[in-house]
C-alpha cells in the first residue's frame, strides 16, 4: 500500500545554503509523527516543500503514490494534503462560524461548475457545523475572532484545515505562542483528530511531543538525523547531546 504522503531525496536549497538534504520520509493512515529539531533545522521548510508552498529544488513529493512535485498547494489540497494556516488580519474582526464559512465555500466552489444554489449551501453549513464540533466551539461560534483567547484563535486555524478534510494534516508548531495555561486547548483537539489521519507535528516543547507522538523525525541541517518510535529517540544520545548543547547556549 502507498504511503499517504511521501518524500524522496527531497533538498532545497536558497542560494548555495543547503536547507533540505535528501529527506525521505513516509506518512501513513493513522500516523502521528513528531519534527523536532534545533531552530533553522529546516523543519518549517519541509512543511513548505510538502505542501507545495515552495518549489523543490531536487527530489520527489508524493500523495497517495502519485508524484505531485509541482502540483500547486490547492491541488496538493484537494487530494487531502493540508497544512494549518495563519489567520490573516484581514478575518480578525470575523466570527469562529464566518471564517470557518469562507474556508468551506472556498472548498465547495472546487471542482463543481453547477450554479451556487441551496445544496451547496447546506454543504457549507453542514461542514461549519462538523468542525465546530471538532473544534469544540460551537458555544464560540459568534464570538469576533480578536475576542478569543490566543490559544482559541490557533485552534480555529486548526479549524479551518479540518474543513477540507484532509488526509494528511502538517502543523508548524501550532501552540506556538499560545500560553502554556492555554496550551491544553490545542493539545486535547489534536488528540481528538480523526485516528485514520495521518498527522506530522513540529513542535519544540518536548511534553507535547512526547504526549502526541508515536513516531519522531528527528532534523539536523536539513537532513533526517535520527528516526524512531518515542522510546528509540528519548534513549538516543546523540539526539540529547543536540538538545543539551543547545541548551547550553
Ligand atoms: N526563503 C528563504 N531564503 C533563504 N533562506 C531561508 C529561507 N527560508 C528559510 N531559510 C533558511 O533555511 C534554514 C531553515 O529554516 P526553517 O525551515 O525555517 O527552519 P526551522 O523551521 O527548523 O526553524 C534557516 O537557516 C533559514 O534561515
Ligand atoms: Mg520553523
Given amino acids: 500500500m502507498s504511503a499517504l504522503l511521501e518524500t524522496r ?3 532545497k536549497s536558497f542560494g548555495g545554503l543547503n536547507v533540505t538534504n535528501n529527506v525521505d520520509l513516509a506518512i501513513s493512515s493513522g500516523d502521528r509523527v513528531a519534527l523536532i529539531g534545533p531552530n533553522g533545522a529546516g523543519k518549517t521548510t519541509l512543511v513548505n516543500l510538502m505542501s507545495g508552498a ?11 503514490g502519485d508524484t505531485v512535485t509541482h502540483m500547486s498547494q490547492q491541488d496538493r489540497a484537494h487530494r487531502g494534503l493540508i497544512r494549518t494556516f495563519q489567520i490573516t488580519r484581514l478575518f480578525e474582526s470575523m466570527t469562529v462560524a464566518d471564517i470557518l464559512r469562507v474556508a468551506a465555500v472556498q472548498k465547495h466552489k472546487a471542482g463543481l461548475k453547477l450554479r451556487w444554489g441551496r445544496a451547496r449551501t447546506d454543504l457549507v453549513e453542514r461542514d461549519v457545523e462538523r468542525v465546530l464540533a471538532d473544534i469544540k466551539m460551537q458555544d464560540r461560534r459568534d464570538s469576533p475572532v480578536t475576542l ?30 499560545v500560553p502554556q495555561s492555554e496550551s491544553h486547548i490545542i493539545m486535547d483537539a489534536i488528540e481528538r483528530l480523526p485516528s485514520d489521519l495521518g498527522v506530522v507535528f513540529i513542535e519544540h516543547d518536548m511534553d507535547l511531543v512526547f504526549r502526541f507522538a508515536e513516531r519522531i523525525v528527528v ?19 546523540d539526539v540529547r547531546a543536540i538538545y543539551l548543547g543547545e541548551a547550553d547556549e
Avoid at 515552495?54 to 497517495?64: K, Y
Avoid at 532534523?219 to 544520545?237: P, R, Y
Wanted: zero cysteines; proline letters at 5%; a negative charge.
Fill in 148 to 177: 478569543l483567547a490566543y490559544g482559541e484563535q490557533r485552534l480555529v486555524e486548526l479549524g479551518v484545515a479540518l474543513v477540507m478534510q484532509p488526509r494528511v494534516l502538517l502543523l508548524d508548531e501550532p501552540a506556538a505562542g
Fill in 9 to 11: 531525496s527531497l533538498s
Fill in 219 to 237: 532534523l539536523v541541517n536539513g537532513g533526517v538525523f535520527a528516526t524512531g518510535t518515542t522510546d528509540e529517540i528519548a534513549a538516543n544520545d
Fill in 54 to 64: 515552495l518549489p523543490v529544488s531536487s527530489g520527489e513529493v508524493l500523495i497517495g
